[in-house]
């Protein structure tokens, strides 16, 4: 496959060319942080780190870590670095888990977000000459904005659909001719379901491919949305405390996101020590955003599941990799002492070719964990016998037992009775009182 | 001989039965028979129609969850023993049934046992041979 690259020299760079834009940025940064935010000269001064002492981009591990809690104990813009001339936009995050954080951007901040979305585009293989459909949402969230940015930051033309109303979302991927598309992977899925149930088909739209992002997807639901809009179906990875979405991205290996270390500086850290771990050790990603002015988090702790590849990609990339991540161990349930993610649930479903609608329920009966995963009933798994359906039953139990190492319940329920989703898919409700 | 059974899924939720006769009224479909096998979370609808192909596609396009099942509908004399003749019959051939509810026909004036067993061919051909008549599609209708 032909490679496409927005920005050669920095995707491709070599090792100490990329380590030396690093320390030079990280030293800017702690410089920033130490003299404009009086959080970040406390927290140094206490650990006793002066901003001199960091030199190289080795010396991140002196560097305390920034929790989200911090951002909320600052909230709105107690963070930010720069005053407020400088402030060109502020997003806020979804807030599904208790309060929202704030972040800020200056116009360079934009620039460095859009050229982040702008690399991840182009390895998707989106051209000037392209059509980028966006139905994420537009606002504070920054999903929508992102990706807009990116795609006329790359030259390509942005279409700002954003979420909601899927029948004139199939309606415009027909008139206005989108080659890419971008929005959640659960949105994504439900615009295909949507051309199916419209009669639309997808092998006759010129769609190639599409980002998706701002949610844990498996690789089931990759092939589920390939088969359905009939592309090409890419991960990009963001969050809005270190930019959005573009803090990674996937090539057309597919073997792991290329992290635009350039402008974000992963690590993998063991969540209990705060230990670096090695390359491929599975462990808490930590970012520190060397490329941003307004709001330069050090050493964030994202509560995301990865692990980290430095080695060359065959696609040329030598931006370090990191590999699909498990889940946001905000989204991770601790079933009976166990760990586990909504995508192991999705994963297995698929496997079994049923569509990745469900919805777990978790309550506590008799002081013991009970977990119910609703399933819809679809026309293939449907019998007049009971006994057959219960087979069913027992067979995705089956699959749920063996992947996850914990028993759960299987209720099925009718076909489209499980709300789909436009934005970040609502899988979980935890009843259980702690 | 069989006639065409339309077996619905039914979340058991409220309004979930609802949902599915007022298809069938708005399609002026007749039920000649029913029967529901009940788990704890869902049902099985199990009718006999006049017009089995246009209630499925009412029931497809209104997003239920339907398939049509081939079943025998064995007419009955209405005495003592009557049904009992008609399983032993069965039951020698070595034939199982899955499932059997009963129902009269006023169009016909008769009480009919429909039966789902494995093989329909088979199970015809047994009843037949020990005198039992059997429904066809055209005697669900009013015509």
Known sequence: MEQHYFQPEIECAGQEDMKKTQSERLRKMVRNCYDNVPFYRQKLDDMGVKPEEIQSIDDIVKLPFTYKTDLRDHYPYGLVAVPREKVARVHASSGTTGKQTVVAYTEGDVDVWATGA????AAAGCTTRDYVHVSYGYGLFTGGLG??????????????????????QVQIL?????????????????????????????????????????????????????????????????????????????????????VNEDFFYPEIIDPDTGEQLPDGEYGELVFTCIGKEALPLIRYRTRDISALVHEKCACGRTLVRMLKPKGRTDDMLIIRGVNVFPSQIEYVLTQLGLEPNYLIEVDRVDNR??????????SAMFSDKVRQIE?????????LQSTLNISAEVKLVAPKSLSRSEGKAQRVIDRRKV | MTIQQLSVFVENKHGGMAEITEILKNQDINIRALSIADTTDYGILRLIVDRPEAAVEALKDGGITVTLTDVIAVELPDRPGGLHEAVTALTKAD???????????QLRGRAYVVLRVGDNDRAAGVL??????????SDLCET
């Open chain 1, 118 to 121: 702008a690399r991840a585009l």
């Open chain 1, 147 to 168: 990706l807009h940015y990116g795609a006329e930051k790359l030259g390509a033309a942005a279409i700002p659909v954003s979420s909601g109303n899927t029948k004139r």
């Open chain 1, 174 to 258: 027909q008139d206005f001719g989108s080659d890419f598309l971008c929005c959640t992977p659960s949105y994504a899925a439900f615009i295909g379901e949507t051309c199916r149930d419209m009669g639309v088909d997808t092998s006759k739209l010129p769609l190639r491919a599409g980002i998706f992002g701002a949610e844990a997807w498996s690789e089931g639901m990759r092939e589920n949305i390939e088969r359905l809009l009939n592309i090409k179906a890419y991960d990009i990875y963001g969050l809005s405390e270190i930019a959005g979405p573009g803090v990674s991205f996937e090539c057309s290996e597919q073997n792991g996101l290329h």
């Open chain 1, 369 to 378: 964990d009970n977990m119910v995963v609703q399933v819809e009933m679809s």
């Open chain 1, 391 to 399: 087979t069913y039953e027992r067979q995705i139990a089956g699959a």
């Open chain 2, 95 to 105: 034939i199982s049934i899955e499932y059997m509810y009963a129902f009269l026909c």
């Open chain 2, 128 to 137: 037949q041979n020990s005198g039992f008549r059997q429904m066809v599609t």
